[in-house]
C-alpha cells in the first residue's frame, strides 16, 4: 500500500457538483446510456463514483487478496503513479495498492486507487484511470487492471426495511402486476424478485426509497428504456422525485448447506440437542438447521418431534422415490417406502467431523506451545535459574484448555445421534401464492425422552437486538425477550417488525421483516397439493423478507430455523435468500401458511403446539 501525499490544492467552488444521489440518478436519466448492454455495464456507467477496466465481469463474484512486496507487479512504478495522482490533484488523504482478483476460476492484477478527502466529488476518475493503463501499458503489465475509485461516496448498494407506511409501498402495491408484466416483457424469466427497500450506503440514514429488482448477473437489456416505464408506471400513485428504481444482479435460491462447519466451541460438556443445531440425513453430506421441538396433533394422535424445511430432509437424488415424494409430499395417504432413507440425525455428519478435525488441529497446537514453554523452564533450570511465573501458569492455562477440549470431543465422538425419521413432509409444494417447504421429524422413543423439550430463547448479542436506528415506523419491539425464558406460543409474520433466529451457520442474529412483501420468480418445478406440475418461471409467488439488523440474517446452513417475534412466537421458517454482493436478504415462510398446507397435504385436521 502506498499513501499519497500532494501538494495542496486550493478547495474547489462552494456551488459544488450535485449530491451523490442526485449524480447517480442524472446518469440514469441520461440518454448515453440507453440501448441494449449487461446491467454490470449499465451499473458501471451510471455510477460517477468509479471507474475501472474489468466491469465486464458479474463483480458479485470476485474475490481479492492482498500480495506481498514481492509479489507486486508494480512495486517498481511507485514514483510515476504517485505523478500521475499529483498531475489529477489528487487529495492528500488518497492511497493505492495492488491486489490479486479472482473471478470465475481465473485471476487478474487490480491496481486500486481509492481517492479521498476534501474535493474528491470534483475528481474525474476516468482520466486518471486511463493515465495509470496508458503507465501499466508502457511497461508491458497489460495484465494489470485498474480501478479508481471514490472512498466517500463508491459503494455497492446497501438494502434496508422498508416502513409498510411508506407511499413507495403503497404504489407498490397496486402496481405490482403491471411492473411484473414490464420486466417478463424486457428479461422474460431472468428476473427474480422485485420489492421495496431503503437503498442507500453503508449508513442507513443514507438510504431512500427504491424498488429494487433482482435480475440473472450478466443481463442484456436496455435498461435505461425500462427503468423509464416503471418510473412512467409509479409516478401515476407517487411523485418520480421520491422513488427511484434499483436493478441488481443477485439470485434467489432455496437455502442449501455450506461445507462443513466447525461446533468445536459450541458444545463444551452439552449432550443434548436443541434449537438451533445442525442436523442431516443420515449416511448423506447434506446439513441444515433443527428449526425447534413442536407437538404436531393429526387423526387424535400427537406426535413428537421437530420442524425444519423439506430441503433438509429432501431424499437424495439417487433414491428411487424422490420424484414421488417431491410431487406427494410424505403423509399417511403417501409414507415412505423406505422410511431408512429419511433418518434425520445430529450434528450431521460432515459437521461431525470437521469438528473432530478442528478439535485435533487445536490440540496440536496446545501440545506445541506446551513443549516450547517446557523447553524454556528446562533451559532455565539447567543455567540455575528458576522458571518464571508466567510460564508456570501458562503450563497450566494450557492443560486447562486441553482437558476442555478432550471433554467436547468426548461429546462429540459420540456424535451423531439418530433423533427420528421424515413423518411428514411438504415436498416440492406451491399453494396459491405462496411458496411452501417444511417437514416434520419425528423423534423415536429415545430421541423423545433424551431431547424433547421447550425451545429457550438464546442470548441475543448485544449488535442483534432492535434500537431506534434499525426499527421501522410501524414496528412495536423495542426489547428483546429474557434469555433461557421458553418459547411457547405460535403467530404470525407482521411487516415492521423484529425478529430473531438461531441458525446452524449464524448461530443467533436479528432481523427487520420488511414493509412489503416480495414478489418472487423462481426456478424449476414444483406442484399443486393435487399434484399438477407448475413451472415457477411462470408462476409468480409473494413471499416475507428478511433483512439483518446488523450484517446478514442468515447464511445457507441456516435452511430451518425458527423466526421468533419478540414476543416470543414462533412466526416462520426460513427457507430461501436473495444474494447481491454484501447484501444477503432472508425470505421466511409465514406459519400460518405452514399450517394450512399441513392440513391440505394430511387431508385432516392440524394443530402445531410448543412443548
Sequence with gaps: ??????????????????????????????????????LEEFLYR????????????????????????????????????????????????????????????????LLRVTVSGDGSTSIRLGPIKDSLVKLLHKNSLTNVHVEVLNGDHFSPPHLYPIASTSAV??????????????????????????CPFNVGGPDIRSARPGIVIFVQPLLMANWYEIR??????????????????????????????????????RFDDRDWVAMGDSIGISGDQNAGTLGGFVELRYDDRAHFGFLTNYQVVRPTAHTPFRDEVDRTGISANFPLDDQNATIIESIAQIDRDRTLADIQHHRESL???????????????????????????????????????????????????VLGKVRFASGLLVHGKRFLDWAFVELTTEAQQRYFRPNIVPDIPRKQRP???????????????????????????????????????????????????????????????????????????????????????????????????????????LFANVIHEGNRIGVALNMPDVVESMKLRLNHSVSLHLP
Excluded at 83 to 103: N, W
Excluded at 491 to 500: A, P, S
Aim: proline share 5%; aromatic share 8%.
Design 46 to 109: 451510471t455510477d460517477p463514483f468509479q471507474s475501472n477496466t474489468f466491469h465486464g465481469y458479474d463483480n458479485s463474484e470476485m474475490k481479492t487478496e492482498f500480495l506481498t512486496a514481492e509479489e507486486n507487479p508494480t512495486r517498481h512504478l511507485r514514483p510515476e503513479i504517485d505523478a500521475i495522482l499529483s498531475q489529477h490533484r489528487v487529495p492528500t488523504e488518497s492511497f493505492y495498492h495492488t491486489l490479486k482478483a479472482r473471478v470465475t476460476g481465473s485471476y487478474f492484477f
Design 467 to 573: 434500537t431506534s436506528t434499525n426499527l421501522l415506523s410501524g414496528g412495536s419491539a423495542t426489547f428483546v425477550p429474557r434469555h433461557n425464558s421458553s418459547i411457547t406460543q405460535f403467530g404470525e409474520l407482521q411487516t415492521d417488525e423484529y425478529y430473531f433466529k438461531k441458525g446452524r451457520n449464524t448461530e443467533v442474529t436479528g432481523g427487520i421483516c420488511n414493509g412489503a412483501k416480495s414478489v418472487c420468480q423462481w426456478k424449476g418445478r414444483r406442484y399443486e397439493i393435487d399434484g399438477t406440475e407448475i413451472s415457477m418461471a411462470t408462476h409468480i409467488t409473494e413471499e416475507y423478507v428478511i433483512t439483518g439488523v446488523d450484517g446478514d440474517f442468515l447464511e445457507e446452513g441456516d435452511s430451518g430455523s425458527f423466526v421468533i417475534s419478540a414476543d416470543r412466537d414462533v412466526a416462520g421458517i
Design 169 to 194: 409501498v403503497s404504489a407498490f402495491h397496486t402496481l405490482k402486476h403491471s411492473i411484473v408484466e414490464t420486466m417478463s416483457s424486457a428479461v422474460g424469466e431472468n428476473w427474480q424478485m422485485i
Design 1 to 38: 500500500m502506498s499513501t499519497y501525499k500532494p501538494r495542496e490544492f486550493p478547495s474547489p467552488a462552494s456551488s459544488g457538483p450535485p449530491s451523490p444521489r442526485k449524480r447517480r440518478r442524472l446518469l440514469r436519466e441520461s440518454e448515453d446510456n440507453e440501448g441494449e448492454m449487461t
Design 367 to 417: 501440545a506445541s506451545q506446551k513443549a516450547r514453554i517446557e523447553e524454556t523452564i528446562e533451559l532455565r533450570l539447567l543455567a540455575g535459574e528458576e522458571p518464571r511465573e508466567a510460564s508456570r501458569q501458562r503450563l497450566q492455562d494450557l492443560d486447562v484448555a486441553d482437558a476442555s477440549l478432550i471433554q467436547t470431543q468426548n461429546v462429540v465422538k459420540s456424535m451423531p445421534y
Design 228 to 265: 423509464a416505464r416503471i418510473i412512467g408506471q409509479l409516478s401515476l400513485k407517487v411523485s418520480a422525485l421520491l422513488v427511484d428504481v434499483e436493478f441488481l444482479p443477485g439470485t434467489l435460491n432455496l437455502l442449501k448447506h455450506d461445507p462443513s462447519i466447525s461446533f468445536r466451541d
